[in-house]
C-alpha cells in the first residue's frame, strides 16, 4: 500500500510508522532532491544575473545579501513547483522556509553572537530540514503525480 493511498491530501503523518513511510517514498525522496536542485540551479544562475542586471552589490550587508540568495532560491525552487502543478499553498510553505532560517539567524547576528558567515552558513543549513518539514505538511503532494 502506497503512502499517496493511505494519506489524503491534507493529512500529517501521525505515527512513526507513517512519518517513516512517507520520508522513504521514493515520489517524496525524488520530490526533496529535485527542489534541492532547483533551489541551487536558482542560485546560481540569478546571483549572477542581478549583478548583470545592475543590482547593487549587497554582499557587505548580512541581511541583504542573505535575503537576496533567499530570493533567488525561492524563485528557482517555486518556478519548479509550479512546474510540477503544487498548490499555491505548498509554494508558500517551501517559500518560508528559504526566508525564515534567515529571518530567525539575524537576532543573534545583531546581538554580536553569530557572525555573517555563521549566519549565511546555519541559514544554509537550517533550510533543508525547513524544507522537509514543509513537505511533511502535506505529504500527499508530494508523492502524488503532478505534471
Known amino acids: 500500500m502506497s503512502v499517496r493511498s493511505t494519506l489524503p491530501a491534507t493529512t500529517r ?16 525522496v525524488r520530490h526533496y532532491v529535485e527542489m534541492v536542485v532547483a533551489m541551487v540551479l536558482g542560485m546560481v544562475v540569478l546571483l549572477p544575473l542581478w ?24 524563485v528557482g525552487m517555486s ?7 503544487h498548490s499555491r499553498a505548498a509554494i508558500g510553505e517551501m517559500a518560508a522556509a528559504m526566508y525564515l532560517p534567515f529571518v530567525v ?11 555573517g558567515h ?3 552558513t546555519a541559514g544554509h543549513v537550517l533550510m533543508l530540514p525547513g524544507m522537509l518539514l ?14
Open 79 to 85: 518556478a519548479w513547483m509550479l512546474v510540477r502543478r
Open 51 to 74: 549583478r548583470l542586471a545592475g543590482l547593487p552589490d549587497v554582499s557587505g550587508s548580512v541581511e541583504l545579501h542573505s535575503l537576496l540568495m533567499a530570493t533567488s532560491m525561492t
Open 134 to 147: 514543509a513537505m511533511l505538511r502535506r505529504p500527499a503532494e508530494y508523492v502524488g503525480h503532478h505534471h
Open 105 to 115: 539567524l539575524f537576532v543573534p547576528f545583531w546581538a554580536g553572537v553569530l557572525d
Open 118 to 120: 555563521g549566519v549565511m
Open 13 to 28: 503523518p501521525r505515527t512513526r510508522a507513517e512519518l517513516r513511510a512517507v520520508v522513504t517514498d521514493r515520489r517524496f
